[in-house]
């Protein structure tokens, strides 16, 4: 047989072995540091957004006419948006973490903004429960989008950002209610000061890549088979039943704050965000790309 330099190269390729796989570099990094900073800035947003509802039911409830029965009538209707954030969070794996995200940054100001404008109670019920479908479709697509895009050892802390971003996010709501009450101004304003968050959109979208793990799964025709009825098959069945129950039973919230910001231990039904990551849940934990 005749041997030529190109057989030469073919049998010392093979008896090296295969490549040494290459450690993450310096874009890894870079797309990691990226995806985190996107991730903190949308959770400091939706910890401000998500908090307005439960600190300014008290006059919420007043603006509206509502009792204790009544508030918690119309929040048990919010809860509602488990349903529809489940559809969303399917969507994730379909079209994309990034896509997805990039959906709800821009719609949840949009429902903001409609609450804030609403004349009625049922139009700012519809819309809060549209904005939460949003909320907790962008929680889920995010805790995903730090898992698959961090190293093990760094996930956790990935996490813990967010989730401090979001605590952060709060407490300025709470801090600007009592600062509106005292110079005699709407709690619509802070759902109006909310709608300000469609200045992110640009930012994240030139901000945050897509998670590789999705892109692979893509080039493999992965996500082409993806359906929204996967979690009702035999592997996902019983787990998405039993959450969807859990996101569908109210829980009761027994501290609230009264108009002259002290605490009351009424009983209120305030676990919309709680019925909502809960639902959420359901589409993260049915994923194919789990």
Not at 160 to 188: D, E, I, K
């Amino acid at each position: 047989m005749t041997i030529t330099p190109r057989t030469q190269a073919t049998s010392a390729a093979q008896s090296e072995g295969p490549a040494p796989v290459s450690a993450p570099g310096a874009e890894d990094s870079t797309r990691a540091r990226a995806t985190i900073r996107a991730i903190v800035v949308m959770m400091l947003y939706q910890g401000f957004a998500v908090s307005i509802l439960g600190t300014a039911s008290p006059w919420i409830a007043g603006d509206f006419h509502l009792g204790q029965s009544g508030i918690a009538r119309a929040l048990a209707w919010v809860s509602l948006s488990s349903l529809g954030l489940l559809a969303l969070s399917r969507a994730v794996d379909r079209v994309g973490r990034r896509r997805v995200l990039l959906w709800c940054i821009g719609a949840m100001p949009l429902c903001e903004l409609g609450a804030a404008l609403s004349p009625s109670l049922a139009a700012f019920i519809v819309f809060q429960t549209i904005f939460y479908s949003f909320v907790g479709a962008s929680a889920a697509s995010s805790i995903v989008m730090l898992s698959e895009e961090l190293p093990i050892e760094r996930r956790a802390a990935g996490e813990s950002y967010g989730g401090l971003a979001m605590g952060l996010g709060g407490g300025l709501t709470v801090f600007l209610m009592p600062v509106l009450v005292q110079n005699h101004h709407s709690w619509r304003w802070l759902l109006v000061l909310a709608s300000a968050g469609i200045a992110l959109v640009p930012l994240i979208r030139r901000a945050m890549p897509e998670s590789r793990r999705w892109e692979h799964a893509l080039s493999t025709g992965i996500t082409s088979v993806a359906r929204f009825y996967d979690l009702f098959g035999p592997l996902y069945r019983r787990r998405a039943g039993i959450l969807l129950v859990c996101s569908l039973v109210p829980r009761q919230n027994v501290i609230r704050v009264t108009k002259l910001g002290e605490c009351d231990t009424r009983t209120r039904n305030v676990g919309v965000a709680d019925s909502g990551f809960a639902g959420a849940a359901v589409g993260a934990c049915c994923s194919r790309l789990a």
